[in-house]
């Protein structure tokens, strides 16, 4: 099955700067790349994601790369702002398989 | 649009004991996925539900079940419970289920076993 690692597991970075979080995926049927945000006490939710057709998607501040060669994708978030600290998780799947998550990294904006 | 809500938001349990979990989708969406979200093993897929029928179910022992009604809410059984089970139990759905609909997430139910 699908194997998702992301990587880091905690970041930290000062307000205003950017911050970028990589995942790696196994599975090249792989075509669907979800990035979830998750606050406390709350559920994921979908901030962006991109399809395999493509190889960068932006929204605002947030933009996500695919490199379907090297199977990983990337989430950049730019001019970070100290409500984008929160917990992220990257996902990937295929075809009619379930999303396969990665473990997640824990961004801290420092004012 | 409601969002997806999951009742209790709490729940204490002892070794042993059993525990159902409810989860209400949004108006209009026909797949409910159930997901364990643990610090070490982050977010794993437990199983899918569309049109009241198991469609998709992830590598968890038998212990762990579903089902869903036919307005689409669903719920999950956790039966002998054990100390490993303790977790946030996350529910969302999503439109069709295809894999690449976006998925809507509850809050999650916390589960304490002790």
């Known amino acids: 099955g699908e194997n998702v690692e992301q990587h880091p597991s905690t970041l930290s970075v000062q307000e205003g700067d950017s911050a970028v979080i990589k995942c790696t995926y196994s599975?090249?049927?792989?075509?669907?790349f979800p990035w979830y945000k998750q606050e406390l006490g709350k559920g994921p939710q979908l901030i962006i994601d991109?399809?395999?057709?493509?190889g960068e998607k932006k929204d605002q501040r947030i933009a996500v790369t695919l490199n379907k060669t090297a199977k990983h994708f990337s989430l950049h978030i730019t001019e970070t702002q100290p409500e984008d600290s929160a917990v992220y998780f990257c996902?990937?799947?295929?075809?009619?398989?379930?999303?396969?998550f990665g473990t997640g990294t824990r961004l801290t904006i420092i004012p | 649009k409601a969002g997806v809500t999951q009742t209790p938001r709490y729940l204490i349990k002892t070794r042993g004991q059993q525990v159902t979990l409810s989860c209400s989708p949004i108006?209009?969406?026909?797949?409910v996925s159930w997901y364990q979200q643990t610090p070490g093993q982050g977010l794993q897929f437990l199983f899918e539900?569309?049109?009241?029928?198991?469609?998709n179910k992830g590598n968890f022992p038998g212990r762990f079940s579903g089902r869903q009604f036919s307005n689409s809410r669903s719920e999950m059984n956790v039966s002998t419970l054990e100390l490993g089970d303790s977790a946030l139990y996350l529910c969302?759905?999503?439109?069709?289920?295809?894999?690449?609909?976006?998925?809507?997430f509850g809050p999650g139910t916390r589960l304490l076993v002790l």
């Open positions: 969302a759905s999503s439109l069709e289920g295809a894999a690449w609909e976006t998925q809507y």
């Open positions: 599975d090249s049927a792989s075509n669907y």
């Open positions: 991109i399809r395999s057709n493509v």
């Open positions: 996902a990937a799947s295929s075809g009619n398989e379930k999303l396969t």
């Open positions: 108006s209009g969406h026909r797949s």
């Open positions: 539900y569309f049109s009241e029928t198991q469609r």
